[in-house]
């Protein structure tokens, strides 16, 4: 919820965006790589004009 990143990845795979959330906390709590990749994810994906 700090950057959309992972409601924005929910959104444009038409998935539940708690699922993406809980794969995401397991990401960064077991391979460590996953605030790497939240943090690029963040600086990649574009904001959404809707909001």
Do not use: H, K, S
């Not at 950057?3 to 990401?27: K, N, Q």
């Not at 996953?34 to 600086?43: E, F, N, R």
């Amino acid at each position: 919820m700090i950057g959309g990143v992972c409601g924005g990845l929910a959104e444009y795979f038409d998935v539940d965006p708690t699922l993406v959330r809980l794969i995401a906390v397991l990401l960064i709590f077991t391979a460590g790589g996953g605030v790497l990749a939240y943090l690029v994810l963040w600086i990649i994906i574009p904001e959404n004009p809707n909001q």
